[in-house]
């Protein structure tokens, strides 16, 4: 049995209902409950509309809950305000355009990020923070250390979803949720951004959640697999049984 202490996340019987008591009604997220322990990585999967991008958003206080409990490494966050736990949660949205700032430059990017969570302060970075921004730029094979002083918006989308792994990373976060970071690349480039996905998350040893559509994406990455349905998890793979599972079965589980 897992002890709490060795839990990063915990979610009890989180609700969300949207327009309640109208026609329009909708329980995005039903009672769902949810155990991350440290360091781990989840895929998860389910169809459009079944609660996914709502988890995140109610993780990052981006939405009010009606009932439920998020502990975040032993802390109470279900009530706490949205650029608190920001802190400690970074996310990555399918838009490239959404995690940088277009008008500075990727060594700019990487400093508010660093000095905004891991490293609060008012001095001006030193050598040794711009050294460590080119190592960790270098560990993604793109030669962006080489472009350090490049403005993001000259990017490509790859090229940004990359650099805002690299911000989301050094921000040393708890919890790292990546919804469909990568669905809005070409199939090469996610492929790119998905092996530097792992690195990273391997690396840092972050607690990750990543949504995706892609089974064989879903089952390639991570240590386990959860699927979504109707605000509710309704399969929970990891271990051999994971291993065992036929992407095509599970496509047509969930599809
Ligand atoms: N802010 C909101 N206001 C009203 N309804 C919402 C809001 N956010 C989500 N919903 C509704 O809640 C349900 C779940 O939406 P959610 O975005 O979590 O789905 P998803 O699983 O992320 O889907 P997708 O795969 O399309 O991204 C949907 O019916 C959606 O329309
Ligand atoms: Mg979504």
Known sequence: MTNNQDLMLRIRRMTKVFFPGTSNEKIALNRLNLDLKEGEF??????????????????????????????????????????????HISRIYQDPQLGTAPNLTIAENLALAYTRKASPSLFPLNKKDHRFFREQ?????????????????????????????????????????????????????????????????????????????????????????????????IHDYYGSERDKLDPNDLQRLYG
């Open 137 to 233: 730029l270098s560990m993604l094979e793109m030669d962006l250390e080489l472009r350090m002083n490049t403005k993001i918006g000259l990017l490509s989308g790859g090229q940004r979803q990359a650099v805002s792994l690299v911000m989301e990373i050094i921000s040393q976060p708890k919890l790292l949720l990546l919804d469909e970071h990568t669905a809005a690349l070409d199939p090469q480039t996610s492929a790119r951004i998905l092996e530097v996905t792992n690195k990273f998350v391997r690396s840092a040893g972050v607690t990750t959640m990543m949504i995706t559509h892609n089974v064989q994406d879903a089952l390639t990455n991570g240590d386990r697999t959860i699927v979504f349905s109707e605000g509710k998890i």
């Open 42 to 87: 989840v895929t998860i999967l389910g169809a459009n509309g079944s609660g996914k991008s709502t988890l995140f958003n109610a993780i990052c206080g981006t939405i009010e809950l009606d009932d439920g409990i998020v502990i975040l490494d032993n802390d109470d966050i279900s009530w706490a305000k949205e650029h608190k736990r920001a802190l």
